[in-house]
């Protein structure tokens, strides 16, 4: 728990400093974008006692605040596929992210948290999540790789995978 307090922290005074570094500025095609994007995984930990599989959708809002550190927010759906004798569940995440981005072209590293809404799930209704991630990325693509994980009164449901998103620019 200390180490997710120290994580939400440090990703609050990131974007905290990165405000008073900049003046406020119109929403352009050059400062935000919608991120649009699949993503499938292996779950981990206690998920992969029911689920074999996991594939999901992400919609992103993102405004560029520097020229290196993207806010935004995020919602989409994973569906945890079923292992035999199982039951499917859903995650519907709502959350805030950032993402910086050391070049214009090339490696990023970024962090998805907020608050991810279960779907026929047994005795759950959902959890607080973190989602780090690190990938490549260009002016129309975003590649990486991710761990997800939704913490779920005493225990958690997680997954590690692989995902992609396209940027489509505001006119």
């Given amino acids: 728990m200390k180490q997710l307090l120290l994580i939400v922290t440090l990703a609050c005074s990131v974007s905290t400093f990165a405000q008073t570094q900049t003046k406020p500025s119109d929403i352009t ?3 935000s974008w919608l991120k649009l994007g699949i993503d499938l995984g292996v779950p981990t930990g206690d998920a992969s006692n029911f689920s ?3 594939a999901g959708v992400d919609v992103k809002g993102q405004l560029m605040q520097t020229k290196h550190l993207g806010l935004g927010l995020t919602t989409g759906y994973n569906h945890f596929f079923a292992k035999e004798n199982a039951s499917s569940i859903g995650a519907i995440p709502l959350g805030a992210f950032v993402r910086y981005y050391p070049e214009a072209k090339g490696f990023f590293a970024g962090l998805d948290l907020g608050y991810s809404f279960l779907t026929n799930s047994a ?10 991630q690190l990938g490549y990325h260009n002016y129309d693509w975003n590649f990486f ?3 997800n994980n939704i913490f779920v009164s005493g225990s958690s449901i997680s997954h590690l995978g692989i995902g992609a998103t396209y940027n489509i620019r505001f006119k």
């Fill in 29 to 31: 095609s050059k400062n």
């Fill in 52 to 54: 074999s599989f996991v």
């Fill in 123 to 132: 005795g759950a209704n959902g959890g607080f999540y973190l989602k780090p």
């Fill in 145 to 147: 790789g991710f761990y």
